[in-house]
Every structure is written in structure tokens, then in C-alpha cells.
């Protein structure tokens, strides 16, 4: 598909993009933000920069000042993708892309999302809350498990413990400044997976590979250069790849997502287990990003995967015409 074909409208709009943010993930979101921009002018849209700091007032008279037609949201982490300027943007009358108030909220909870995939029927680990001090006191789980933020994105903030070690959990305990509660998981041993959606359309199954055997898919794996590769589509057997695709869009319509998310696994491939980890309303939209490649893979440019979120905020978009879902290489094992 070429990108003479990303405007079907006239009139270009003029469409802010949220960036920045005071979250974690400020650096990242400035990335996607950038591209953003540059992808939307490359569309034909008038284009407006807001970095939303910790002053939600001089936010607010930004979007004001400028008028947009639709704002694109390219928060990342606590605040960008709660919920928050989500109600911000809904309190002003703006349309944005991305999903709204609830689904927004509910995916930033990890414990919450645990709720509503179950609720839906969809695979996740054994877990529990727990606090520091009663991970201070004992093992939430038997090891090897996983201890995560409530409400992170980016993996900040994980640990995994392989083995039950007291000095260690009191270490964590210690140092923890995600909250009151402490969020502790099975570990899945395999292969980190991920599907994104587009509209209420599964794109490909990505493998995504650490440079470490056994590495984990951590903020500097998913962000600094080589960092991980992806694979896509990723070689897996054919049922799997399929269980893959179609459990991402029912998570997608579990938490009422909206334009696009990002459904995230780890697959035992010795037990043949499909495990959702969590969902992104916010996926990344930065060089090296998930989404993206995905929609590359099915025919969609970057600056059209732009256009057609801006065109889904404002109930306007068209259907794509989507390539076939890449078909990976033959894979029986693991």
C-alpha cells in the first residue's frame, strides 16, 4: 500500500500529539511522540507539539490554544494511559485515539486486567497481591516467580526470583516505590510472544528474542538499540500462532480497547502454554516498536497506521485493506 493513499479527506486536519509526560517512560513516550509527528506531516496534517508535564493546567491551555481537530496520544505509563488525560481530553471535548477512560484504567492495572481476562476466559499465571512487608515475611509463591508494579508499563519495576531468597525479597521489599502493593506471578519459562490489534483486526505473532539465552524482556531490551530482535511472523506451530491472534482480539474486546492494543505472552513450548501476560492501550510507537512492524508486515505504513488512529478517534476511518497475516515458518517443537 503506498502512502499517496493515506488521506482519503480534502481538508487536512490539525491534530495535537500528547507527549512527554512525568511517568517513567517520559524518554519513551518523547520517541514515539517525534515519530508521531513526523509520520502525521508526512499524511498532511497540521501539527501541534504539547509536552504534558506535571502542570495539567498549562496542558489543558495548550490544547485550547490550538484547537485541534483530534489529539493523538502518545503518553506512555502512569497518567498517559490510566485514564487520566483521557478524562482530561473527554472534560475538553476532544477526540483522541487510543482507548477510552475505563479500558484505559483497567489495563494500566495489572491486577485488575488479571480480573477481567478471567472474568472473559482468557489464560493468565497464578498470581496474588501481596505488600513489601509480607514479602519481607515469606514467598508469595513457589519459585520461580515473578514480582511486578501494579501500575508500570515497560517493565520497570520487575524482578524475577528463581529461587526463594530471603536476602533478596528483603532487598526488593526494601527499595520498592511502586505503591502499596506488590504484584507476584508464576514465572512462565519459554518464549516472549506478542499480537497486536488494530481496530478489531489480530495483525502477526512477533517472537521477540533478548541477546542473553533466557533473557528477559526488560526497559533496556525494548528500547536501547539491539536491544532484542523481533521475529515476525514468529515460527511457531500453526495452532499456536492462530490461539495467539485470536486470544489478543478477545482480550482487545474483554477491556474494551479502542484503535489499537497490544496483547503480550509467554509460551511454554514443553507444555504447549499460551499465557497472557498483559494488555497495552498505549502501545510504543517509536522506531523500533511492536505495533508498527506488525502493521508494516500487513501492508500498512507508518504514516497511514498514524492517519487511520486519528481517522478511528474521530469515528471516521475506513477499513484497511490489510495484506495476509504473515504465515511463519513450519514449526512442530518448541
Same mark, same amino acid.
Given at each position: 500500500?503506498?502512502d499517496?493513499t493515506?488521506?482519503?479527506?480534502?481538508?487536512?486536519?490539525?491534530?495535537?500529539?500528547?507527549?512527554?509526560?512525568?511517568?517513567s517512560?517520559?524518554?519513551?513516550?518523547?520517541?514515539?511522540?517525534?515519530?508521531?509527528?513526523?509520520a502525521?506531516?508526512?499524511?498532511?496534517?497540521?501539527?501541534?507539539a504539547?509536552d504534558?508535564?506535571?502542570?495539567?493546567t498549562?496542558?489543558?491551555?495548550a490544547?485550547?490554544?490550538?484547537?485541534?481537530?483530534?489529539?493523538?496520544?502518545?503518553l506512555?505509563?502512569?497518567?498517559?494511559?490510566?485514564?487520566?488525560?483521557?478524562?482530561?481530553?473527554e472534560?475538553?471535548?476532544?477526540?483522541?485515539?487510543?482507548s477510552?477512560i475505563?479500558?484505559?484504567?483497567?489495563a494500566?492495572?495489572k491486577?485488575?486486567?488479571?480480573m477481567?481476562?478471567?472474568?472473559?476466559?482468557?489464560?493468565?499465571?497464578?498470581?496474588?497481591?501481596?505488600?513489601?512487608d509480607?514479602?519481607?515475611?515469606?514467598?508469595?509463591?513457589?519459585?520461580?516467580?515473578?514480582?511486578?508494579?501494579?501500575a508500570?508499563?515497560?517493565?520497570?519495576?520487575?524482578?524475577?526470583?528463581?529461587?526463594?531468597?530471603?536476602?533478596?525479597?528483603?532487598?526488593?521489599?526494601?527499595?520498592?516505590?511502586?505503591?502499596p502493593?506488590?504484584?507476584?506471578?508464576?514465572?512462565?519459562p519459554g518464549?516472549?510472544?506478542?499480537?497486536?490489534?488494530?481496530?478489531?483486526?489480530?495483525?502477526?505473532?512477533?517472537?521477540?528474542?533478548?541477546?542473553?539465552?533466557?533473557?528477559?524482556?526488560?526497559? $533496556?531490551?525494548?528500547?536501547?538499540?539491539?536491544? %532484542?530482535? !523481533?521475529?515476525? @511472523?514468529a #515460527?511457531?506451530? +500453526? *495452532?499456536?500462532?492462530d490461539?495467539?491472534?485470536?486470544?489478543?482480539?478477545?482480550?482487545h474486546?474483554?477491556?474494551?480497547?479502542r484503535?489499537a492494543?497490544?496483547?503480550?505472552?509467554?509460551?511454554?513450548?514443553?507444555?504447549?502454554?499460551?499465557?497472557?501476560l498483559e494488555?497495552?492501550?498505549?502501545?510504543?510507537?517509536?522506531?523500533?516498536?511492536?505495533?508498527?512492524e506488525?502493521?508494516?508486515a500487513?501492508?500498512?505504513?507508518?504514516?497511514?497506521?498514524?492517519?487511520?488512529?486519528?481517522?478511528? $478517534?474521530?469515528?471516521?476511518?475506513?477499513?484497511? %485493506?490489510? !495484506?495476509?497475516? @504473515?504465515? #511463519?515458518?513450519p +514449526? *512442530?517443537?518448541?
Amino acid at each position: 500500500m503506498t502512502d499517496k493513499t493515506i488521506l482519503p479527506t480534502p481538508t487536512p486536519l490539525s491534530i495535537a500529539v500528547l507527549m512527554g509526560g512525568t511517568s517513567s517512560e517520559r524518554s519513551v513516550s518523547l520517541s514515539s511522540g517525534r515519530a508521531v509527528m513526523e509520520a502525521l506531516k508526512q499524511a498532511g496534517h497540521h501539527v501541534h507539539a504539547i509536552d504534558a508535564g506535571p502542570d495539567i493546567t498549562a496542558t489543558i491551555e495548550a490544547l485550547k490554544a490550538c484547537k485541534p481537530d483530534a489529539v493523538f496520544n502518545a503518553l506512555h505509563g502512569p497518567g498517559g494511559e490510566d485514564g487520566a488525560i483521557q478524562g482530561v481530553l473527554e472534560w475538553l471535548g476532544l477526540p483522541y485515539t487510543h482507548s477510552g477512560i475505563l479500558a484505559s484504567a483497567i489495563a494500566m492495572n495489572k491486577a485488575s486486567t488479571r480480573m477481567a481476562l478471567q472474568a472473559a476466559g482468557l489464560p493468565v499465571a497464578e498470581g496474588c497481591l501481596i505488600t513489601p512487608d509480607e514479602l519481607k515475611e515469606r514467598a508469595p509463591l513457589p519459585a520461580p516467580y515473578v514480582l511486578k508494579p501494579v501500575a508500570e508499563g515497560s517493565s520497570v519495576g520487575v524482578h524475577i526470583l528463581h529461587e526463594d531468597d530471603a536476602a533478596k525479597r528483603h532487598a526488593i521489599a526494601g527499595s520498592w516505590t511502586f505503591g502499596p502493593q506488590i504484584l507476584a506471578e508464576r514465572f512462565i519459562p519459554g518464549r516472549e510472544l506478542t499480537v497486536a490489534v488494530l481496530g478489531d483486526e489480530a495483525l502477526a505473532v512477533t517472537e521477540i528474542l533478548t541477546p542473553e539465552s533466557g533473557g528477559f524482556y526488560d526497559f $533496556a531490551a525494548k528500547y536501547q538499540a539491539n536491544g %532484542s530482535r !523481533h521475529v515476525i @511472523p514468529a #515460527p511457531l506451530p +500453526a *495452532d499456536i500462532t492462530d490461539q495467539a491472534l485470536t486470544l489478543a482480539r478477545r482480550a482487545h474486546q474483554a477491556l474494551g480497547c479502542r484503535g489499537a492494543s497490544r496483547t503480550d505472552y509467554r509460551y511454554d513450548g514443553d507444555k504447549g502454554e499460551l499465557v497472557i501476560l498483559e494488555v497495552n492501550t498505549q502501545p510504543g510507537m517509536t522506531a523500533t516498536s511492536l505495533l508498527p512492524e506488525q502493521a508494516a508486515a500487513r501492508g500498512v505504513s507508518y504514516p497511514l497506521l498514524c492517519h487511520w488512529l486519528v481517522m478511528d $478517534a474521530l469515528g471516521r476511518a475506513e477499513p484497511l %485493506s490489510l !495484506h495476509p497475516v @504473515p504465515q #511463519p515458518e513450519p +514449526a *512442530d517443537g518448541p
